[in-house]
């Protein structure tokens, strides 16, 4: 079974905004190693870390760190007005679901109404879209270690996006 982490960021500037839903994906049976890679990345191999929460210095680590990773990633991206976030997130998630038939999605918790809003989005496209065999749950960062790297894919992302940088990861989808 293919399993799928995914994590969001959003990089405001100048009144406009860039909206990044990041995703890796794993073989089920490697996921347990991949933990243990992941927890090399945190210096307390149990507290989940925000990648802005990071020095340029750490970035640039994590970002390496990531980049060797035993999994694959890719990365969706939209402008966005600040107010208009979660109707981006659902044009972003849409797409990946689409375009990826991983068969478990794990994506970080927002709360119990934006994950319901979720796993009736994804209803919704397997219903409509013949996408068959995906299971979407969510969890806190803190309980699910391969949300991390997801959370730096998305936010080194963003952030070079908003900074007309060279993207960490490669290439992007917009939606």
């Known amino acids: 079974m293919i399993r799928a982490f995914g994590d969001e ?5 100048d009144g406009s905004g860039i909206y990044v839903l990041g995703l890796i ?3 089920g049976e490697d996921c347990e190693t991949a933990r243990d ?3 090399g990345i945190s210096p307390n191999s149990t507290a989940r870390f925000h ?3 990071v020095n340029s210095r750490g970035r640039i680590a994590l970002i390496d760190h990531v980049a060797k990773g035993p999994w694959g990633f890719r990365v969706w991206a939209l402008s966005s007005s600040p107010k ?3 109707r981006t997130r659902r044009v972003l998630l849409t797409r990946a679901l689409q375009e990826n038939s991983r068969e478990l999605w794990t994506l970080e918790s927002r709360g119990r109404r934006a994950d319901l809003r979720d ?3 994804a209803e919704a496209i397997i219903g409509f879209r013949s996408v068959e065999g ?3 749950n969510h969890l806190r960062a803190s309980d699910e270690p391969l949300l991390w790297p997801a959370d730096v894919v998305a936010s080194a992302t963003a952030r070079a996006l908003s900074r007309n940088q060279p993207l960490p990861f490669g290439g992007c989808q917009g939606a």
């Open 84 to 86: 208009m976030q979660e």
């Open 9 to 13: 960021s959003y990089v405001e500037r």
């Open 134 to 136: 995906i299971r979407l």
């Open 51 to 53: 990648f802005h929460d």
């Open 119 to 121: 796993r009736e989005l």
């Open 37 to 39: 890679f992941v927890r």
């Open 25 to 27: 994906w794993i073989q």
